[in-house]
């Protein structure tokens, strides 16, 4: 083995809950452990296995503890819902250099129900505090929304192609037993429907559920003795990035640098060109998301984004799948969705994904975390190059 | 608008507050790199210098992005719609803040238009806040 990436190494394990949507019969740690113990399962391993933790909301010995694991490594990264792409990385590192033999991640958030969960406050004194939050900018719906105006404008785009990436990712989610949201939309219906911070309609905000999800990754050596060796997902290459931990500050208001830094890192670590993607997840908070990453990822040119989801080339038979659970939007959101991303990769990558792309070989992830503060960018494939 | 949470000013903020108090617009500018930057610290964000001085500015500049909140949460007024916007300076700075004093409806609210800030008492605060105002956006 060497290096972290190039397949070297795998997720061999992988669960979300086995619900994810109103639960409120479990606490956001039991969660955590109910994800961890089903992909430990998957991956025919046990915590005893395990000698590395990492999760981001609670603190990693809060979930090495309640699973009943003794750390030898830990990654407490926090970066907002994208810490799990930033997780896989960092795991792969610390397995490459010897740091750690398998790898559990975590992610269990009682978002609906907040069972288990403390409140929320802003500390008035931070940056955030004092420069934004006295304005109103607390809720997501009305902070991680305010740059999308510009993104359009600058474009010639407008509310229309936020409602496109709606109805494009509903279709997904109709046949989707455990999203969200199922019913089918229309653009209109989509920009008719509640309004909650303009220009954002309410089925252009992600649900509020509960849930989790878990991976375990090890050496690519190693997988191949495992039980879980044979639907072993590869990590071909990655990328992190931030910028500001303030929405206002972000160096240009209509595409994000952290997005464009991270997903080039990741293209250039795997080696693989955007026409070598066939599965696309797009951490979908809300609808301007999408359109942002599939411009600063590249995929598209600037000002391509809206036309290329209103065209269907991000629907089934288009040629760039994306968001195949029905995304944040419509399939499931507990308030960091990145590791649900990470789970739809891994399905459809595995072919066991409850709407299955045909054919999928290498799926591109990428995260976003907080409102614009960071990104993190995974290139996942079914086979070592 | 009505209603919201206050700041609570830091030692390296302060200045800015008392200035927003007084009715000044007080933003820091480089003395190495020549550039203004926000939020306050008492080094420049682009090249760290700690030769930076405080500079009230005019207060103008043009409406960037924004959006028309209709569920402001406690303790704004969850009956009267924010906009949030983001305002760059004319000296450069950009800066989160509300638009007043026209109705919160698109219309109202032309991008790249011309702003003029303003002061609204938030507890022992004044918030920067902004208006529309006349001029040709630029």
């Known amino acids: 083995m060497s290096g972290m990436h190039g397949g070297n190494i795998a997720i061999i394990g992988a669960s979300e809950t086995r619900e994810v949507g109103v639960l409120p019969d479990r606490s956001m740690i039991q969660l955590h452990a109910e994800a961890a113990l089903l992909a430990l399962a998957d991956a025919g391993l046990t915590a005893a296995d395990v000698d590395g933790v990492a999760t981001a909301g609670p603190l990693p010995m809060e979930v090495s503890h309640h699973i009943g694991i003794s750390p030898r490594w830990l990654d407490g990264t926090m970066v907002g819902g994208c810490s799990f792409m930033l997780h896989v990385r960092h795991a792969a590192a610390a397995i490459a250099a010897g740091e750690a033999s398998v790898v559990l991640i975590t992610h269990g958030e009682s978002g609906r129900s907040r069972v288990g969960v403390g409140g929320y406050r802003a500390n008035p004194a931070a940056p955030q505090g004092q420069f934004e939050a006295p304005f109103g900018a607390l809720a997501p719906y009305a902070t991680f929304t305010v740059p999308a105006l510009r993104f359009l404008h600058e474009r010639g785009m407008g509310r229309r192609d936020l409602a496109e990436v709606v109805v494009a990712q509903r279709e997904w989610a109709v046949d989707n037993p455990r999203a969200f949201r199922r019913k089918p939309v229309t653009v209109e219906q989509v920009l008719d429907g509640p309004p909650i911070a303009y220009p954002f309609t309410r089925d252009m905000c992600c649900v509020v559920t509960d849930g989790g999800g878990a991976l375990v990754l090890t050496s690519a050596e190693r997988a191949a003795d495992l039980p879980g060796g044979g639907h072993a997902v590869y990590l071909l290459g990655s990328g992190e990035a931030s910028e500001a931990p303030l929405m206002s500050q972000m160096d240009d208001v209509g595409s994000f640098g952290a997005f464009r830094r991270a997903s080039a890192e990741a293209f250039g670590t795997a080696g693989v060109s955007h026409a070598d993607i066939d599965h696309f997840m797009g951490y979908d908070a809300f609808a301007h998301l999408p359109l942002y990453m599939l411009e600063d990822a590249g995929f598209v040119g600037r000002g391509e984004s809206g036309a290329f989801i209103a065209e269907g080339h991000t629907r089934k038979g288009g040629r760039l799948p994306m968001n195949t659970n029905g995304g944040g939007l419509s399939y499931t959101h507990t308030g960091m969705y990145g590791m649900f991303a990470i789970q739809e990769a891994v399905r459809q990558l595995r072919g066991q994904a409850a709407v299955q792309v045909p054919g999928v070989t290498l799926s591109f992830v990428q995260g976003v975390g907080g409102f614009f503060w960071a990104a993190g960018s995974l290139v996942l494939a079914n086979r070592r190059p | ?138």
């Open chain 2, 1 to 138: 608008m009505t209603g919201g949470t206050v700041p609570v000013p830091t030692p390296e903020t302060e200045t800015f507050w008392a200035g927003t108090r007084a009715g000044e617009l007080r933003v820091q500018q480089c003395g190495n790199c020549g550039r203004y930057y926000f939020y306050p610290r008492p080094f420049c964000r682009y090249c760290q210098s700690s030769d930076v001085t405080w500079r009230t500015v005019s207060g103008g500049g043009r409406l960037v992005s924004y959006v028309i909140n209709y569920r402001p949460l406690p303790p704004a007024d969850p009956a009267e719609p924010q906009v949030i916007a983001l305002v760059e300076l004319d000296e450069g700075p950009r800066m989160l803040t509300n638009i007043v004093g026209v109705p919160p409806e698109p219309e109202h609210l032309p991008l790249d238009g011309r702003v003029q800030v303003d002061f609204e008492e938030r507890g022992d605060q004044a918030l920067p806040v902004f208006r529309m105002a006349a001029g040709d956006p630029r």
